[in-house]
Every structure is written in structure tokens, then in C-alpha cells.
């Protein structure tokens, strides 16, 4: 935030599973962090960005409706953007909880980056890229966690303000 002003909001976006979405996310977020300095705004703006992305992508209906929700708090020191969607394979499942893993558990998650560029590069990978969440980590600097309960994976970034 700019000077010392204090800020505390939540709010929770309905996302339908169309492409469409990620702009109005996109929209949302700069809105949200319009006071922050840009930096912070942009970082935000890309977290929401790459996890809508995820939600369009690899969601499915949730309780028979074709949406996700994206979710964001501020508690002054840290910024939580959160997905929460049905998953539409459980395949996509386990990679992306793999992934999740692999960026937790690692020191420097810009190495786990590289390494999938690389392998990409050489072919070595088939299907998703999965380089969005990477990027939320490395570019958007954030501590990111999941889980999943009753059918939904809900992936958890964090990230202080300052």
C-alpha cells in the first residue's frame, strides 16, 4: 500500500468456465489493489490471473453449476488470493498436487522453473505446461498451499504486502 494506509477486504468472485473469466479477474484484481504500490498490484493481479487460468482450464461443475470461486483477502501485512474448483480428472488432480509439493518442499522454486523450461524445450513433457504456478510462486513471490475436501482443490497463495 502507498503510505501507511491500512487495508482489510475479502471478497469472493464467482467464476463461470469461460475464458471471459480471466479478464474480469484480471479487472477485479487491479480494482481491488488499485491503492497498493504497483509492484504488489501486479503481483496480485497475475496470482488471480494464473489461478482463474486453472479454474477454466481444469475445473468442472461444482454442485451441478459450471463455476470456480477466486478469493481475496487482506490483512494489511499479507495478501491471500485463493481458487477453489472441482476438478475435472482426477489425473490433473494429482499433477497439480504433485507440483504443489515439489514447489513447497523446494528452497528455490525459480530452479523447479528452469528445470520444467528446460524440459519442456526438449521435449521431455506431454500435456500441460504447468508453469503457472511456478510463476506464482517465483514472479508473484508467493507461499502457496492446497488442499482438496468433498471433490474441491483449492490452491491457497500468500504473499506480504511489503
Known amino acids: 500500500m502507498t503510505g501507511t494506509q491500512e487495508n482489510t477486504l475479502a471478497r469472493r468472485i464467482e467464476i463461470p ?4 473469466s480471466v479478464g474480469q479477474v484480471r479487472l477485479e484484481a487491479g480494482m481491488l489493489f488499485s491503492n497498493f504500490e504497483p509492484a504488489v498490484r501486479d503481483a496480485a493481479i497475475m496470482v488471480a490471473s494464473e489461478l482463474t487460468e486453472n479454474i477454466v482450464k481444469y ?17 494489511g501485512e499479507n495478501f491471500t488470493i485463493s481458487s477453489h474448483n472441482a476438478v475435472a480428472h482426477n489425473n490433473n488432480l494429482q499433477a497439480v498436487q504433485t507440483l504443489l509439493g515439489q514447489i513447497s518442499d523446494s528452497e528455490d522454486p525459480r530452479e523447479l522453473s528452469l528445470a520444467r523450461l528446460r524440459q519442456l524445450i526438449e521435449g521431455k513433457i506431454e500435456g500441460p505446461s504447468q508453469l503457472g504456478l511456478l510463476r506464482v510462486a517465483t514472479d508473484g513471490g508467493c507461499k502457496i498451499n492446497h488442499s482438496y475436501s468433498d471433490a474441491v482443490l483449492t490452491i491457497v497463495a500468500e504473499r506480504k504486502v511489503q
Do not use: K, M, R, T
Open 17 to 20: 468456465l469461460v475464458w471471459d
Open 59 to 75: 475445473g468442472a461443475p461444482l454442485d451441478g453449476q459450471p463455476v470456480g470461486f477466486v478469493s481475496f483477502e487482506l490483512d
